[in-house]
């Protein structure tokens, strides 16, 4: 008898499931009042779906229905009473809003944020920083304009934005904003609630004096690049002392014009802070309203600013949004939340376990295995070498 203990009473799925299963879900449907009009296709099963189409790498309709059908007395684990047809499926995602989706994501957030504090960020500038950055994802069809020149025939295919700001200290999002490709980075700002004391990062994609005052005003810090044909007037140096390391250029005041919402004339005290890299043998130059950090952290905080583009490869190499299963912006945005959500969940549990495995080789096992009947935890701690054929080791050695 085969005594191993990798294998548990349910299914890889329904392991992931529990971690969001109906009576976690409850309030925000309450809360949402999801299933108001919707008779066939409620909330959990609409929800359960879509994480399996995720999980899966599903790229159709069909695939997700098929695959669940064939799957059918593995369900039970699930709670779902029943597989959707395609039709209604496809009616659930142009139908219901993608906001229950999104409030799903936050709730499950708020649930396990502490899973993903990190020892290694002590100071506490970090623990109120903010990342700021923008991902397009391209679509199939012309839903949504996207950016730049038409091709030979005239024809583009439509594009999504996710405006997305993460917590530094969990690398997680705590709020996202969809628009089309081609709209401005800028018109996320009325959006933005952003704490008091807290730090944002962002790129030159974001620059507008008009919003950095607003920032000052509201005792909120960022860090941010300068643009290379920027016109501003040197007020003051800071003295660049022995203590300061010597890739730190200059540290300045300057004064930067520009004008208003109401089209008036108007002036901003910035600092502006030139750094040498060595590695790239070039300058950059960055701007914040910050006067009391030493130069050097100013620069280490935009540095940090890299962490939203892993973020942004590590959602797109592990779930396959290359394929949307919807032909309308609602199930875009259904199938990128549950993504999220997906994202959210198994980094929990690769945290959770320890695992020693990369996070890519943890969520494709977990994808090639889904509705097997292995531990979570087996996988998470699959640490074993690969022993190649003596024969097929000496061809190595030989070449």
Same mark, same amino acid.
């Given at each position: 008898?085969?005594?191993?203990?990798?294998?548990?009473?349910?299914?890889?799925?329904?392991?992931?499931?529990?971690?969001?299963?109906?009576?976690?879900?409850?309030?925000?449907?309450?809360?949402?009042?999801?299933?108001?009009?919707?008779?066939?296709?409620?909330?959990?099963?609409?929800?359960?779906?879509?994480?399996?189409?995720?999980?899966?790498?599903?790229?159709?309709?069909?695939?997700?229905?098929?695959?669940?059908?064939?799957?059918?007395?593995?369900?039970?684990?699930?709670?779902?009473?029943?597989?959707?047809?395609?039709?209604?499926?496809?009616?659930?995602?142009?139908?219901?809003?993608?906001?229950?989706?999104?409030?799903?994501?936050?709730?499950?957030?708020?649930?396990?944020?502490?899973?993903?504090?990190?020892?290694?960020?002590?100071?506490?500038?970090?623990?109120?920083?903010?990342?700021?950055?923008?991902?397009?994802?391209?679509?199939?069809?012309?839903?949504?304009?996207?950016?730049?020149?038409?091709?030979?025939?005239?024809?583009?295919?439509?594009?999504?934005?996710?405006?997305?700001?993460?917590?530094?200290?969990?690398?997680?999002?705590?709020?996202?904003?969809?628009?089309?490709?081609?709209?401005?980075?800028?018109?996320?700002?009325?959006?933005?609630?952003?704490?008091?004391?807290?730090?944002?990062?962002?790129?030159?994609?974001?620059?507008?004096?008009?919003?950095?005052?607003?920032?000052?005003?509201?005792?909120?810090?960022?860090?941010?690049? !300068?643009?290379?044909? *920027?016109?501003?007037?040197?007020?003051?140096?800071? /003295? +660049?002392?022995?203590?300061?390391?010597? &890739? $730190?250029?200059?540290?300045?005041?300057?004064?930067?014009?520009?004008?208003?919402?109401?089209?008036?004339?108007?002036?901003?005290?910035?600092?502006?802070?030139?750094?040498?890299?060595?590695?790239?043998?070039?300058?950059?130059?960055?701007?914040?309203?910050?006067?009391?950090?030493?130069?050097?952290?100013?620069?280490?905080?935009?540095?940090?600013?890299?962490?939203?583009?892993?973020?942004?490869?590590?959602?797109?190499?592990?779930?396959?949004?290359?394929?949307?299963?919807?032909?309308?912006?609602?199930?875009?945005?259904?199938?990128?939340?549950?993504?999220?959500?997906?994202?959210?969940?198994?980094?929990?549990?690769?945290?959770?376990? !320890?695992?020693?495995? *990369?996070?890519?080789?943890?969520?494709?096992?977990? /994808? +090639?295995?889904?509705?097997?009947?292995? &531990? $979570?935890?087996?996988?998470?701690?699959?640490?074993?070498?690969?022993?190649?054929?003596?024969?097929?080791?000496?061809?190595?050695?030989?070449?």
């Amino acid at each position: 008898m085969n005594k191993s203990t990798n294998f548990v009473g349910q299914h890889i799925f329904s392991q992931i499931i529990s971690l969001c299963k109906r009576d976690v879900l409850h309030p925000v449907i309450k809360d949402c009042n999801a299933n108001r009009y919707y008779k066939k296709l409620k909330a959990y099963e609409h929800f359960i779906t879509m994480m399996y189409a995720v999980l899966s790498r599903s790229t159709s309709l069909r695939e997700i229905v098929m695959g669940l059908t064939l799957a059918e007395g593995k369900l039970k684990h699930l709670n779902m009473d029943y597989v959707p047809p395609k039709s209604t499926l496809a009616d659930g995602n142009k139908l219901r809003p993608s906001k229950f989706f999104e409030r799903v994501y936050h709730h499950l957030y708020g649930l396990y944020k502490p899973s993903f504090s990190d020892s290694t960020i002590n100071k506490e500038v970090l623990k109120n920083l903010f990342l700021l950055d923008a991902s397009t994802f391209s679509l199939f069809k012309a839903i949504l304009k996207t950016s730049g020149r038409n091709s030979m025939n005239g024809k583009k295919k439509g594009g999504i934005k996710k405006n997305t700001v993460i917590h530094a200290q969990s690398l997680m999002p705590t709020f996202v904003r969809f628009s089309a490709a081609s709209a401005n980075d800028q018109t996320i700002y009325p959006h933005l609630n952003l704490p008091e004391n807290s730090f944002v990062v962002f790129d030159k994609g974001y620059t507008d004096y008009s919003q950095y005052r607003y920032f000052t005003e509201k005792h909120i810090y960022f860090v941010t690049r !300068q643009k290379q044909n *920027a016109k501003y007037k040197s007020l003051s140096e800071f /003295g +660049l002392t022995d203590k300061v390391p010597d &890739s $730190i250029l200059k540290d300045e005041l300057i004064e930067v014009s520009y004008k208003d919402p109401n089209q008036q004339p108007s002036n901003l005290v910035l600092r502006r802070v030139a750094y040498w890299d060595v590695n790239g043998n070039r300058v950059f130059e960055y701007l914040t309203n910050n006067l009391e950090l030493e130069a050097i952290q100013i620069t280490n905080i935009y540095r940090f600013r890299w962490k939203i583009e892993l973020f942004f490869k590590k959602l797109k190499q592990n779930f396959n949004l290359d394929y949307f299963v919807g032909d309308n912006q609602n199930a875009i945005e259904i199938q990128i939340w549950c993504a999220l959500i997906a994202l959210l969940l198994l980094s929990v549990l690769h945290q959770q376990h !320890q695992s020693k495995i *990369a996070f890519s080789n943890f969520v494709h096992l977990i /994808g +090639l295995h889904l509705l097997n009947y292995l &531990s $979570i935890e087996a996988i998470a701690r699959y640490s074993a070498k690969i022993k190649l054929n003596p024969l097929i080791n000496n061809l190595f050695n030989s070449s």
